[in-house]
């Protein structure tokens, strides 16, 4: 025979089924964060008799108040995740000694997904004159399967979210990176003459950067050329390059001076980048009939010409500040060179040298000058350098963007 109180149980337990087969719907039908959250009120405070609830979850590393329904807002301030609820592993029954900023709560049941707290659930009653077991009592156990439900929920949610944002971006930066690369000099770009012979490397560390380097035919027997550096990474760098490769191609003539070309270009960054970034930058023109090499290094790292005949290995560092960092560039001074038979020039940006090596930053340059100052080919020393970029990526000691230029005469 069935015993009333068996009777209770039974149904008892059949309510708490169903009021977990509801809510599994509800999650089932991908309502939004906050459509679930007011579910999760109304079982609450309608099913459950709870008379006061606080939620907090932990995002990015910071807590937040989710939910707080019957609470005042005298209560939700007095509280601190970090130095009220942390401490509580396991759910803690605190009516009889609650702390003082937690007069008014019953319970405290603390959230772990992967052993890891993300959430705190505080419950109390509104009548603590209630005659009987207290709701926040008699369900607690359900009402912590029930708020593990809710929030585990909440968080794949927003671990959703974010992985659709990443993918999102991670599109945009194929796309942006695309983009870049045919603003880059191909191969089949460069300058082709008898009389010299020209490799470049490009290569961005996050996809986009805030390299550049480029050419441009002046005149029949003159090629203009140079290699830029923007400071920082990432889009932001990537978009103040492109706008000064617009800028360079519309201002970089044949008859143009260096000095006015360099003030020309010191403008239009310092407009471009409202004083927030800058660019080091070589720049040249190179007569193949004269062999003469006029240059200006406005900041940039100076680049090697090695002339075999003499052995000598020389660096290319006449010229100015960089570009944007003042409003208007105070000295230039303009190199000119004779460039010997057989001579190689190399010039880069200094994520070729700069590298990691623990908490430190060491130099490469030696290597470099070493790779260039020999009686090997130009295109011989590039694939050397690729080599040596590899060998440290592998390291993972390249942390920037390494643009290559190499010209043998």
Same mark, same amino acid.
């Given at each position: &025979?069935?015993?009333?109180?068996?009777?209770?149980?039974?149904?008892?337990?059949?309510? #708490?089924?169903?009021? /977990? %087969?509801? $809510?599994?719907?509800?999650?089932?039908?991908?309502?939004?964060?906050?459509?679930? /959250?007011?579910? !999760?009120?109304?079982?609450?405070?309608?099913?459950?008799?709870?008379?006061?609830?606080?939620?907090?979850?932990?995002?990015?590393?910071?807590?937040?108040?989710? %939910?707080?329904?019957?609470?005042?807002?005298?209560?939700?301030?007095?509280?601190?995740?970090?130095?009220?609820? @942390?401490?509580?592993?396991?759910?803690?029954?605190?009516?009889?000694?609650?702390?003082?900023?937690?007069?008014?709560?019953?319970?405290?049941?603390?959230?772990?997904?992967?052993?890891?707290?993300?959430?705190?659930?505080?419950?109390?009653?509104?009548?603590?004159?209630?005659?009987?077991?207290?709701?926040?009592?008699?369900?607690? =156990? /359900?009402?912590?399967?029930?708020?593990?439900?809710?929030?585990? !929920?909440?968080?794949?949610?927003?671990?959703?979210?974010?992985?659709?944002?990443?993918?999102?971006?991670?599109?945009? @930066?194929?796309?942006?990176?695309?983009?870049?690369?045919?603003?880059?000099?191909?191969?089949?770009? @460069?300058?082709?003459?008898?009389?010299?012979?020209?490799?470049?490397?490009?290569?961005?560390? $996050?996809?986009?950067?805030?390299?550049?380097?480029?050419?441009?035919?002046?005149?029949?027997?003159?090629?203009?050329?140079? *290699? +830029?550096?923007?400071?920082?990474?990432?889009?932001?760098?990537?978009?103040?390059?492109?706008?000064?490769?617009?800028?360079?191609?519309?201002?970089?003539?044949?008859?143009?001076?260096?000095?006015?070309?360099?003030?020309?270009?010191?403008?239009?960054?310092?407009?471009? +980048?409202?004083?927030?970034?800058?660019?080091?930058?070589?720049?040249? =023109?190179?007569? &193949?009939?004269?062999? #003469?090499?006029?240059?200006?290094?406005?900041?940039?790292?100076?680049?090697?010409?090695?002339?075999?005949?003499?052995?000598?290995?020389?660096?290319?560092?006449?010229?100015?500040?960089?570009?944007?960092?003042?409003? *208007?560039?105070?000295?230039?001074?303009?190199?000119?060179?004779?460039?010997?038979?057989?001579? =190689?020039?190399?010039?880069?940006?200094?994520?070729?040298?700069? %590298?990691?090596?623990?908490?430190?930053?060491?130099?490469?340059? &030696?290597?470099?000058?070493?790779?260039?100052?020999?009686?090997?080919?130009?295109?011989?020393?590039?694939?050397?350098?690729?080599?040596?970029?590899?060998?440290?990526?592998? #390291?993972?000691?390249?942390?920037?963007?390494?643009?290559?230029?190499?010209?043998?005469?």
């Amino acid at each position: &025979m069935i015993t009333q109180t068996r009777k209770r149980r039974v149904k008892l337990y059949k309510d #708490r089924l169903n009021i /977990l %087969l509801d $809510l599994a719907q509800t999650i089932n039908e991908d309502h939004s964060i906050d459509d679930l /959250l007011s579910e !999760f009120e109304i079982l609450l405070r309608e099913e459950l008799d709870v008379g006061k609830v606080l939620v907090y979850t932990c995002s990015d590393g910071l807590w937040q108040n989710l %939910l707080s329904s019957g609470v005042t807002s005298d209560e939700v301030a007095s509280i601190e995740v970090e130095r009220d609820l @942390l401490k509580y592993q396991g759910i803690e029954n605190i009516t009889l000694s609650p702390p003082d900023n937690l007069k008014g709560f019953d319970a405290i049941i603390p959230l772990f997904h992967r052993f890891k707290a993300i959430g705190y659930v505080l419950i109390g009653d509104v009548d603590e004159e209630f005659q009987g077991i207290s709701p926040t009592i008699k369900h607690l =156990k /359900l009402i912590q399967i029930i708020s593990n439900l809710i929030i585990v !929920f909440i968080e794949n949610k927003r671990m959703h979210s974010a992985l659709l944002e990443q993918q999102v971006m991670r599109k945009e @930066l194929e796309l942006a990176s695309r983009i870049q690369n045919q603003l880059i000099p191909g191969p089949s770009e @460069l300058p082709q003459h008898k009389d010299i012979s020209i490799h470049t490397i490009y290569q961005p560390h $996050l996809g986009v950067g805030g390299d550049y380097y480029d050419f441009l035919r002046l005149s029949r027997n003159t090629i203009g050329f140079c *290699v +830029a550096d923007v400071s920082g990474k990432g889009i932001s760098a990537a978009l103040l390059m492109s706008n000064f490769q617009a800028v360079i191609h519309s201002v970089f003539t044949s008859g143009i001076s260096f000095r006015k070309l360099i003030h020309q270009l010191n403008r239009r960054v310092n407009e471009s +980048a409202n004083n927030e970034k800058f660019i080091t930058l070589f720049i040249g =023109k190179y007569n &193949m009939l004269t062999r #003469r090499l006029i240059y200006v290094n406005a900041g940039h790292l100076p680049p090697l010409l090695y002339e075999p005949k003499k052995g000598q290995l020389s660096m290319l560092d006449k010229g100015c500040i960089g570009l944007g960092m003042l409003d *208007v560039v105070p000295a230039i001074e303009v190199g000119k060179v004779k460039i010997g038979k057989n001579s =190689k020039f190399l010039a880069f940006t200094d994520g070729l040298v700069e %590298l990691e090596k623990g908490d430190k930053i060491t130099s490469g340059l &030696m290597s470099v000058e070493k790779i260039i100052s020999n009686q090997k080919t130009i295109d011989q020393n590039i694939e050397e350098i690729k080599t040596y970029i590899a060998k440290h990526v592998n #390291r993972h000691a390249v942390f920037d963007d390494i643009s290559v230029i190499g010209m043998g005469f």
